[in-house]
């Protein structure tokens, strides 16, 4: 059994032209013409011709469509249109075979609905449009590190598991924790804003969950979440961050990612900064003038944001939103305390990320639980940090499977998520 290669497919260049190579992959297509056989062999970096002649070909027998095979041989130059080169082969080695017919066909002949390519999700990757999504998803987390880091940002790792329902509590998923209560975390919040204490600027890209029965395009129970949060910075300052993170993004992936924008079928063009930035007192005006029902404090429903998403196509913050709307944690504008320094961001009716800036003061947090209905016992040990020089800080969260729909330009976040969950998703 041969376990090596010496190159991927797109390692082979003009030098290797009449040298010996190893390649290793799977068979995309294969057609017999007597006395040779012409088979496409596919790598994660690409796909290469193969010429099996003579002996060879005599011998080679059934091989299915997507079996595994390594394959030595010759690289030479080619006729063929498609390829740079090819490789006349000197063995093929099977190394595990297909079955036939395959559950899903991997070179999108066959289209199959979503369902079933998330039911065969391995075999779905051998989809180049598939496989491009995720190598795509892998620039833009390589791009947010990068940016984090270069503004001095610290990179920090909250537990999943806590002991008790943190922000409220609706949406939790509950489990037994050997005998005691615990639940899944449904973001960093507390945690994060704890570490600016001693580390000043943080950020987290970690997963998290919420018991939401939602069956939309954008709501899973299981998300990726990218959080910041950053002492001595006010909410201005972190949407400026955002703003700079999500241009950064895009110009990553639009240089380094062409070939999977081909495959995809769609050209990822930078937006132009800065974002436009609107008041949710804006949003009301332009509400009421579109005939809608709505008055100041309510919050904004999906079909309120679809309009303001037809306003205002594209990237865009919505700030300033009343204090009653926002949780607990969030700090009111000096010269209006029924208004939050708050804000999220939209891309059209999407809301991708929200944040704010936060309170500092633990008496202030205490009120604003009581005034919640919440329990200030209940965090205890949240509120014990702010006696221990907490300094004034700011943040956000901005959901990473969201932000990758608008990337790809496709509306369903279980497209850009490896192994969705939702309410009728658990397996595989
Ligand atoms: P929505 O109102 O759209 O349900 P939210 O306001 O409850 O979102 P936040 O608590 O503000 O969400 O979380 C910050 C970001 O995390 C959101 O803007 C979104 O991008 C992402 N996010 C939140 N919940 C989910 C979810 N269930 N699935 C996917 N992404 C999510
Ligand atoms: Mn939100």
Request: hydrophobic share 40%; aromatic share 8%.
């Amino acid at each position: 059994m041969t376990f090596g290669k010496t190159h991927d497919i797109a390692e082979l260049t003009t030098e290797l032209i009449g040298k010996q190579v190893v390649l290793g992959g799977w068979i995309e297509d294969i057609r017999k013409l007597g006395k040779m056989t012409f088979i496409t062999l596919r790598d994660v970096s690409g796909i290469s011709q193969i010429i099996v002649k003579g002996e060879l070909n005599d011998n080679l027998g059934e091989i299915n469509r997507q079996s595994v095979v390594s394959i030595k041989g010759i690289v030479q130059e080619t006729k063929a249109r498609d390829f740079a080169f090819e490789v006349k082969a000197e063995e093929i080695e099977v190394l595990a075979k297909a079955i036939h017919p395959l559950p899903v066909d991997p070179i999108g002949r066959v289209e199959s609905n979503i369902d079933t390519r998330l039911n065969h999700r391995a075999l779905d990757m051998r989809n180049q449009k598939t496989a491009s999504i995720f190598k795509l998803r892998h620039h833009v987390l390589q791009s947010l590190r990068k940016t984090f880091v270069e503004k001095k940002f610290i990179e920090i790792t909250t537990p999943k598991i806590i002991g008790s329902a943190s922000e409220g509590g609706a949406d939790l998923f509950s489990l037994d924790y050997f005998g005691e209560k615990a639940y899944l975390a449904q973001s960093p919040q507390l945690y994060k804003e704890q570490m600016t204490i001693g580390l000043e600027r943080v950020f987290e890209i970690s997963n998290f969950y919420r018991a939401e029965n939602s069956h939309t395009g954008r709501h899973l129970t299981e998300f990726t979440s990218i959080d910041i949060e950053a002492a001595f910075m006010d909410y201005t300052d972190v949407m400026d961050i955002l703003e700079s993170v999500i241009i950064e993004v895009y110009k990553f992936v639009s240089e380094n990612c062409k070939k999977e924008q081909e495959a995809i079928e769609h050209t990822i063009e930078v937006p132009t900064a800065p974002f436009e930035r609107i008041t949710y007192k804006q949003c009301i005006e332009e509400l009421k003038q579109a005939g809608e029902k709505v008055e100041f404090g309510e919050d904004l429903l999906d079909s309120h944001l679809r309009i303001i998403g037809k306003n205002h196509p594209g990237f865009f913050f919505l700030m300033d939103w009343p204090m009653k709307l926002k949780p607990f944690y969030i700090r009111e504008k000096d010269e209006d305390a029924t208004l939050s320094r708050s804000f999220d961001l939209q891309f059209g009716y999407l809301e991708l990320s929200s944040g704010g800036t936060r309170l500092h003061d633990s008496e202030l947090l205490k009120a604003r639980l009581k005034e919640q209905g919440l329990d200030p016992a209940q965090f205890t040990d949240h509120l014990k940090t702010f006696d221990w020089g907490m300094p004034p800080h700011s943040g956000w969260g901005l959901g990473l499977d969201r932000l990758m729909t608008i990337l790809v330009g496709i509306d369903n976040v279980r497209e850009v998520v490896l192994y969705p969950r939702d309410p009728d998703r658990l397996r595989p």
